[in-house]
């Protein structure tokens, strides 16, 4: 199965608070995934990649990966009004990229 | 400046009149492709292409055809559009392939009448 399932949203986040984005998988051979944020009308653009089990730290963004759980998430710290877009939860298959739905965050100033 | 461009940004077209989507990007990657977005159902890959010549197809490529010529050009091309193509489209490109981090064109909007 290819499922990235992703709650649509939208989940709203005073301005400082950290946003708490969370994707799971069904697809225990998924070898890495990607975190990609899209404005609305604009094109997808990278934020942060993992791979292995654990945390991976890029300024405000912290990504976390749970293989055991098949559970991704990503944490915004001190969370600003330019965050508000949809953030797309990306599963690398192996032979191709997975997309879920995506969850629309706004953050309230 | 690394790109990926497409063209054009926005058409209105009606049901049958074949057009093409143009896409390009000047990083000199291997691998481009095709998705489509729509809402409730997020990106769906079309066709992608491995290298000059060589492509395949991807999730929904029914009604679509594409041609890869030229390792920079990736065109799209909807020989009778239907009102079911109304999407918005992004054209992308890898230099590690389909795996790995895909650079996106800016979109383009089309509507099917």
């Known amino acids: 199965q290819k499922e990235v399932e992703q709650n649509s949203g939208p989940l709203s986040v005073p301005e400082g608070a950290i946003a708490s984005l969370n994707c799971t998988y069904s697809?225990?051979?998924?070898?890495?995934f990607f975190w990609y944020r899209q404005y609305s009308g604009k094109s997808p653009e990278l934020i942060m990649f993992?791979?292995?089990?654990g945390d991976k730290e890029d300024g405000r963004f912290t990504a976390q990966l749970n293989k055991a759980s098949q559970y991704v998430s990503l944490l915004i710290r001190d969370s600003q009004p330019s965050d508000s877009a949809t953030y797309l939860c990306v599963r690398n298959s192996g032979y191709a990229l997975n997309f879920g739905k995506g969850t629309s965050l706004l953050v309230t100033p | 400046e690394a790109q990926v461009t497409q063209n054009p940004r926005y058409l209105i077209t009606v049901t049958g009149k074949k057009l093409t989507v143009t896409c390009s990007q000047n990083?000199?990657?291997?691998?481009m492709s095709w998705y489509r977005q729509d809402p409730g159902l997020g990106l769906r890959q079309i066709y992608y292409?491995?290298?000059?010549?060589?492509?395949d197809k991807g999730d929904v490529p029914e009604g679509y055809k594409v041609s890869r010529k030229e390792k920079r050009n990736f065109p799209l091309i909807l020989e009778s559009p239907s009102p079911n193509q109304t999407s918005l489209y992004f054209c992308a490109s890898s230099s590690r392939g389909a795996t790995y981090e895909q650079y996106f064109g800016p979109g383009t909007r089309l509507t099917v009448t």
């Open positions: 697809d225990r051979g998924s070898q890495s």
């Open positions: 990083m000199n990657h291997e691998y």
């Open positions: 292409s491995m290298n000059v010549e060589v492509t």
């Open positions: 993992i791979y292995s089990n």
